[in-house]
């Protein structure tokens, strides 16, 4: 991150739903080897949030993280000087009465990751200067929280609510649609792998009945492995010879992980799947890249609900030159153009992500195109602000700093490309 000048004055406040780090910091204070010491403790998004904390705690004056849910009221010092607090509180408690615990930190800055109105008002309230970066957004469903609806819009909107982000672009657009202003509303993503190597497009090659297709992500129930496999049964079906590369990262919990692997495994010898199916694990960058490289297609089945990234699988693809298959998701809405970039099938339904499948590898010409567009349109879309960087900048407060700041503002202007890509959506091939 690479502060310029010294925050000695500052005390920063970050708040989070429900993390609890007291005992994946409790025997950390070797700060050079945070990184590494953090990896396998805790998910690749918290070790990002945890090391940005540690190096903030170098400058300023104080640093703490308080977990708006807790089991029980705490607040802690760790080795590496920052402290951890949690509220005691569950459920709708947590939400209504967070403000005596951020009252007693004294925060001259604070940093929101979840929409909390207790703590929202009391920022507003005593002008404290705030941000507030969500990774989901959901609309109002019943009248109580239609109203708290409003009540939050209200707040983003104060002055002392400097700047408000969402994940990507479409979840800032749908911010901007329910009242928040879009002056303060930088789209935002967590840090992705440097992927050095860069393959040149990709052509159909070979039996084209035989199917190669790689996943690269979390082996979780919300991810859609089910359905991937659904797929690849139905393919076999109809005469294809599929295989299929799984790889995962390390996990954060690898008990969870191993059971995740062995209901795969069961299901796979229940589909006849159990000699097309590879596990990976705990492979470098540059193996999973290469294996990607080597598929005919990536496959992206299903997004959990707290997607705040762009899937690992998707970065490595576009890498590769590889195409996609991906789910419907928001999130993709601008990043993934049907027939042009991607082909895109239903969340949900097996039957359709196998006839995307089917349909691009029998038509060499879209296949053709859809590596060709990959990496482009990929390196065009991608959203420049980051989590950490953003926050840098607001805290040093030069007027460089609040310039990129509003460079990044959905009212900049900078992302209006997406609207034309999408509008050229109408002459992709026909699929």
């Not at 928040?180 to 084209?208: F, S």
């Not at 991810?223 to 049964?233: C, F, K, N, P």
């Not at 995307?356 to 060499?364: S, W």
Request: hydrophobic share 45%.
């Amino acid at each position: 991150m690479g502060l310029e000048r010294s925050l000695d004055d500052k005390r920063l406040l970050i708040v989070v739903e429900d993390a609890d780090y007291r005992e994946a910091l409790a025997d950390l204070f070797m700060p050079d080897r945070l990184v590494a010491e953090l990896s396998g403790r805790v998910s690749p998004v918290d070790v990002h949030i945890l090391t940005a904390a540690y190096q903030w705690s170098t400058q300023a004056q104080s640093v703490a993280i308080v977990s708006c849910q807790s089991a029980e009221e705490y607040s802690e010092e760790s080795y590496l000087n920052i402290r951890l607090m949690g509220s005691g509180l569950s459920g709708e408690r947590a939400s209504q009465d967070m403000s005596r615990l951020v009252a007693d930190y004294c925060p001259t800055h604070i940093v929101m990751c979840t929409p909390s109105l207790s703590v929202l008002r009391w920022a507003v309230r005593n002008r404290i200067s705030t941000i507030v970066l969500l990774s989901e957004w959901q609309e109002p469903l019943g009248w109580r929280q239609r109203w708290q609806h409003n009540q939050l819009i209200s707040l983003l909107n104060h002055s002392s609510v400097e700047w408000v982000g969402s994940h990507g672009v479409h979840a800032c657009r749908i911010l901007k649609t329910s009242g928040v202003d879009a002056r303060k509303l930088i789209p935002w993503e967590w840090p992705q792998p440097q992927l050095m190597e860069q393959y040149p497009p990709k052509r159909i090659q070979g039996d084209q009945s035989a199917i190669h297709l790689a996943y690269a992500g979390p082996l979780e129930v919300s991810a859609g492995i089910d359905d991937l496999l659904r797929a690849m049964g139905e393919l076999q079906r109809r005469g294809h010879q599929v295989s299929l590369q799984l790889m995962s990262e390390s996990p954060a919990v690898p008990f969870i992980a191993a059971q995740n692997i062995a209901r795969l495994r069961a299901q796979t010898n229940q589909l006849g799947l159990e000699n097309a199916v590879t596990f990976w694990q705990d492979l470098s960058l540059e193996q999973m890249l290469e294996k990607v490289h080597r598929a005919d297609l990536t496959v992206i089945p299903r997004i959990a609900q707290s997607l705040s990234v762009i899937p690992f699988g998707l970065s490595l693809s576009m890498a590769a030159r590889t195409p996609v298959v991906a789910c419907d998701y928001p999130y993709f809405v601008e990043h993934l153009f049907h027939g042009i970039n991607a082909m895109i099938f239903p969340a949900g339904n097996f039957h359709s992500m196998a006839h995307r499948i089917e349909r691009v590898m029998g038509q060499p010409a879209l296949y053709a195109q859809l590596s060709e567009a990959s990496e482009i349109d990929f390196e065009r879309l991608k959203v420049p602000a980051r989590w950490a960087e953003l926050i840098d900048r607001w805290l040093q407060g030069s007027a460089y700093d609040r310039q990129r700041l509003r460079d990044f503002a959905l009212s900049s202007g900078r992302y209006q490309a997406l609207t034309v890509l999408r509008s050229s959506a109408s002459t992709a091939i026909a699929v």
